[in-house]
T-cell receptor, first 112, second 117 residues
């Protein structure tokens, strides 16, 4: 059974650019949640996708958007990058919207 | 509003000492889940335990034990005979119970545990 994978591992962008992060959910899981973890902080919930539709969103601006594909993999897109977007982005998959979450290794984004 | 507070920012112990990590939570829900995760330097969150709000029994798993007290809204985590491999950031988290709309996790700010040899 393959666990949750994320790509890329690390990414460096400049302010104003756009970025796409990818997540492959664990086999059989239909729900993906994204979290942002700033340095020295706990992860903050960005949004959740369930069966290809957004199912809940945290306190993040619209320039944070996502997609979930028929195979339940997911993308997180961030437009107009700001310096404060520098963080570890974690993806978690679960079986159904209320199941236990399994986390991927994260993508570390640096915005210069 | 839901909130998780981990007042201890950093703890340093010597190997074989016992250490307790504190967690206090706030929620208006009558049913909820509480969690502990470990985050080693690699960054991946490692699941340690999930506890339903209806189950106040303490739990022990090897050197790990958890003390859930609903009366004080606390869910503390104790490591007995700590080892260097226990060095990591530990997060306490809260989520709605089954039947809620999502399983989004509300995390505390974490406690950095450093175990010295």
């Amino acid at each position: 059974e393959t666990g949750v994978t994320q790509s890329p591992t690390h990414l460096i962008k400049t302010r104003g650019q756009q970025v796409t992060l990818r997540c492959s959910s664990q086999s059989g899981h239909n729900t993906v949640s994204w979290y942002q973890q700033a340095l020295g902080q706990g992860p903050q919930f960005i949004f959740q996708y369930y069966r290809e539709e957004e199912n809940g969103r945290g306190n993040f601006p619209p320039r944070f958007s996502g997609l979930q594909f028929p195979n339940y993999s997911s993308e997180l897109n961030v437009n107009a990058l700001e310096l404060d977007d520098s963080a570890l982005y974690l993806c978690a998959s679960s079986l159904e919207r209320t199941g236990e979450q399994f986390f991927g290794p994260g993508t570390r984004l640096t915005v210069l | 509003a839901q909130k998780v507070t981990q007042a201890q920012t950093e703890i340093s112990v010597v190997e074989k000492e016992d250490v307790t990590l504190d967690c206090v939570y706030e929620t208006r829900d009558t049913t909820y889940y509480l969690f502990w995760y470990k985050q080693p330097p690699s960054g991946e969150l490692v699941f340690l335990i999930r506890r339903n709000s209806f189950d106040e029994q303490n739990e022990i798993s090897g050197r790990y034990s958890w003390n859930f007290q609903k009366s004080t809204s606390s869910f503390n985590f104790t490591i007995t005979a700590s080892q260097v491999v226990d060095s990591a950031v530990y997060f306490c988290a809260l989520s709605e119970a089954e039947g809620g709309a999502t399983n989004k996790l509300i995390f505390g700010t974490g406690t950095l545990l450093a175990v010295q040899p």
